[in-house]
């Protein structure tokens, strides 16, 4: 197809008109920012952050597999991967035991989607790092331990 002056200055005012009504704010751009305001974020201990996730009677299982390197040189950047193998898995949180703050992330899949995630995380000591996984109305818990040379997390 080729570009005639006229389909070229068609398509710069229909995308001048939209510019403008998104910049008007009659258009809004899909949300995708987390809600930060979560309790399970600002807890301060595991406990605390598995009975906000609701996790506190989480069953091990080895159908989560955590990936992790056995020491992390610098732990400020620990690269995991966490992988359900849990039909059904809709959630995975991402704990790190003996940070200030040890919920890192989580994760929510549409039916269907593998439950597989692969991130950096920051860990201030050695410690377990645990997966919690939601599936089929049951919790799941799995954990690995990370060695850490130098923390992470300011220390």
Known sequence: MSCTRRNFLHGLAATGSLCATAAVGLIAPLRV???TTRAAFSATGVEEV???LGAAQAIETSD???EAPEV???GAMVPITVESRIAGTDYIAVIAEK???PL???FQFESGANAYVATRIK???SA??????KAQGKVYVASRTVEVTIGGCGG
Do not use: Q, S
């Not at 377990?128 to 996984?133: D, F, H, L, N, Q």
């Open 128 to 133: 377990p790092v645990k997966a919690i996984v």
């Open 72 to 74: 992390a040189n610098n």
């Open 50 to 52: 598995l009975n906000e």
């Open 33 to 35: 920012l987390a809600a």
């Open 99 to 101: 940070n200030p703050f």
């Open 64 to 66: 989560v597999v955590i």
């Open 123 to 125: 860990m201030m000591e």
């Open 104 to 106: 890192i992330a989580e």
